[in-house]
């Protein structure tokens, strides 16, 4: 029978090992980190930067039997922080003048350190936030690497590996009440990240009404956001307003929305805000113990992807591959 979760981590690996990348880990230290760092590199997923003290780090994987080879780079920060004081001032200088010191002391939290390495090539991705919340990623990547961009807009996506199917979650980490307006961007990023990894996007916007059968504030945002969506990319399949059921069960779709495109075979579901789509990334991936991807950050001109804190190694592991992917 035939696996999709196997299937597609090959595929993520293989089209990862096509170009040769470099992502920073910027909690070098951690031993997750540690091991999925020498997964990907034995895999060929990437080269690794390891930030942290090297001497500890090269000791904790001794105790855990981690081979760390010639792909992995463990990068003292405070042998290089002061390399990018100048860039950290130019690029904050439209919001804010930083002398010197107080520049230096904001390298000295080594997830800014890392984006200044991305900003200046000296890599070509990060993937942070096993020991950090989404916001002290996030704020920082949105403030250095969108800093000129006219109209910066950041989501996420969760990829959820089921043995049948792969689907596309967004946004469960960034935009928290997301208007009409706002919900279209996501729909529109997210069926670009499905097309990227090989996914046919038929996009669900989800809610707790399919079709006509409800209304509320809730529901007409979401129809309207469908509207938007529609407008902007004529040839994107989408449909909503639709409940998760109607939007992944034939069965269901034939009941509830019979005449749909989308409804019963939908690869994007796109939830009405962050409380719902969090919660339920949660409960499905704990309740079904399958890997869950992300969130993968969307709309960076670089490409940055938090970690939930709770991520496992294969987690990781496949968060980079997709970071790789990105910085084509």
Known sequence: MKNYSEEFKLFLQKKACSHIKTIIFPEGSNLKIIKAASICSTLKISKCILLGEKKYIQELSRRNHIDLDNNILIIDPSRIRSKYVRQLIGLRKKKEVLSDHQALQLLYDNVILSLLMLSSGDADGVVAGINRTTADVIRPAFQLLQHNCRDPFVSSVFLMLFSN????????????????????????????????????????????????????????????????????????????????????????????????DVAGN???????????????????QQASQIISIGPILQGLKKPVNDLSRGASIDDIVYTTAMTVIQSF
């Open 165 to 260: 199917q792969i689907l596309v979650y967004g946004d469960c980490a960034i935009n928290r009440y997301p208007d009409s307006a706002i919900l279209a961007k996501i729909a529109i990023q997210s069926a670009n990240t499905a097309t990227a990894i090989g996914i046919l996007p038929k996009v669900a916007m989800l809610s707790y009404s399919t079709g006509s059968s409800g209304s509320g504030k809730s529901v007409d945002r979401v129809r309207e956001a469908v509207k938007i969506a529609k407008n902007s990319c004529p040839q994107l399949l989408i449909d909503g307003p639709m409940q998760y059921d109607a939007a992944i069960s034939p069965e269901i779709a034939q009941i509830k929305l019979p005449n749909s």
């Open 266 to 284: 939908a690869t994007v579901l796109i939830f009405p805000d962050l409380n719902s789509g969090n919660i339920t990334y949660k409960a499905v």
